[in-house]
């Protein structure tokens, strides 16, 4: 079945670049998913890569995927006050149309 | 465009009672999905419309059902309500010609149960 898992928490300094990890378990997944969501709100969705693709970059968000480890990263260059939200991780598996979502890593930016 | 909107913003029942909530899609979508969010926690799928039928579902009870109308919109019901039912319930829309890659959500509907 489909798992996935993320860190809790990370706390960053305005300006650095951060990196929050995901770790899926299914190998059929087709599309992995980033989303953002702030407080009282609905899930944002940032960037998404294809399961055959290794990287992809979109301004500031740069996504790694490592299919042999089941291993995603999203990476925010020059963090801001305003990516302070909890990002999920997200997979779909191939046949598919449900996506399952990780816990969410809540991402703290101190100015 | 108007994104996913979702009615009502929220709402309070008692246990036992049944309750409602609203989605409208994106423009141009066709294929709607709810989720349940509990606080804390990654939302969980309950399960997928499209063209008027349930295609997919999710580890939820027969409590949970939906409906989709001919202009996309959806519907989901919760009966015989339980505390546990509390939670952010999620819609997602998406378009089955684009093999459904992009799903954009709406602001939820916060559901508490008393």
């Known amino acids: 079945g489909e798992d996935v898992e993320q860190s809790l928490f990370l706390s960053v300094r305005e300006g650095d670049s951060s990196v929050i990890n995901c770790t899926y378990t299914d190998s059929s997944s087709t599309y992995l998913y980033w989303y953002k969501q702030e407080p009282g709100a609905g899930l944002q969705l940032l960037t998404y890569i294809f399961s055959n693709m290794d990287m992809k970059q979109d301004q500031r968000l740069t996504v790694l995927l490592n299919k042999k480890d089941k291993h995603l990263s999203l990476r925010i260059a020059d963090t801001q006050t305003g990516d302070s939200a909890i990002y999920f991780c997200?997979?779909?598996?191939?046949?598919?149309?449900?996506?399952?979502f990780g816990t969410g890593t809540k991402l703290q930016v101190i100015p | 465009d108007a994104g996913v909107t979702q009615s009502p913003t929220h709402l309070i029942k008692t246990r036992g009672q049944q309750v409602t909530l609203r989605c409208s899609p994106k423009?141009?979508?066709?294929?709607v999905s709810w989720y349940q969010q509990a606080l804390g926690q990654g939302p969980q799928f309950i399960f997928q419309y499209y063209e008027e039928e349930e295609r997919q579902r999710g580890n939820f009870p027969d409590r949970f059902s939906g409906h989709q109308f001919p202009n996309y919109s959806s519907e989901l019901n919760v009966n015989a309500l339980l505390l546990g039912d509390s939670a952010l319930y999620l819609c997602?829309?998406?378009?089955?010609?684009?093999?459904?890659?992009?799903?954009?959500f709406g602001p939820g509907t916060r559901l508490t149960v008393t």
């Open positions: 423009s141009g979508h066709d294929t």
């Open positions: 997602a829309s998406s378009d089955e010609d684009r093999n459904l890659r992009e799903q954009y």
């Open positions: 997200a997979e779909r598996a191939g046949g598919y149309q449900k996506v399952t």
